[in-house]
């Protein structure tokens, strides 16, 4: 969730140092926005569920969130920064649908500075959607592989297509059409 909104902040920041304003976002269209609103309903809900009630809701909902996000992606594929977004959604949504959840690598999570999740004294526990790589996982390419030592976390290469993504869109939204300003510069005061 934290990269998320670093991504979010992230492509704020270059749009608005390109110029860019958030006036512009008045005049943006989106096609199936229901979707997206109930993939992050599905998102925020799935994080409670894999505290609470174990790992099959957590999974349908996650899933759910993922198939919702890439198809608005989809719907949206014009736009700068959606077809990665709809790609790191669907590369999320194929490893945790073919594993029954998100496999962890061992390996990563100690790389990150997290620890055994099964340890006491470890800080980070795999619950609901996520579990511990197997050497039965497939896919796992896709899985939650790559540490992170800033922030203390495990990611995978769709959340980094999704992030990236996120940056380009935001910062095309608020800049706008290419050219805006260079036209804007060379009018007459």
Request: charged share 15%; net charge positive.
């Amino acid at each position: 969730m934290l990269g998320l909104v670093v991504a979010i902040v992230i492509g704020i920041i270059i749009g608005l140092a390109r110029r860019g304003s958030f006036a512009r976002l008045q005049g943006v269209r989106l096609e199936k926005t229901a979707i997206l609103y109930a993939a992050v309903l599905a998102q925020i809900v799935s994080a409670v569920a894999e505290r609470s009630a174990g790992r099959w809701p957590a999974f349908a909902l996650i899933v759910t969130a993922y198939a919702g996000v890439c198809a608005f992606a989809v719907a949206n594929r014009h736009l700068i920064g959606m077809p990665l977004i709809a790609l790191g959604a669907l590369g999320n949504f194929i490893v945790i649908a073919v594993n029954g959840g998100m496999p962890v690598s061992r390996r990563a999570l100690a790389l990150a500075g997290l620890g055994n999740p099964f340890e006491g004294r470890a800080k980070a526990l795999l619950r609901g959607a996520h579990h511990l790589m197997a050497p039965q996982s497939r896919v796992t390419f896709l899985a939650d592989v790559i540490p992170l030592r800033v922030g203390a976390t495990v990611i995978s290469v769709g959340d980094i297509l999704l992030w990236a993504g996120i940056v380009l869109l935001l910062q095309h939204l608020l800049v706008g059409p290419r050219g805006r300003h260079r036209r804007d510069a060379r009018t007459p005061n």
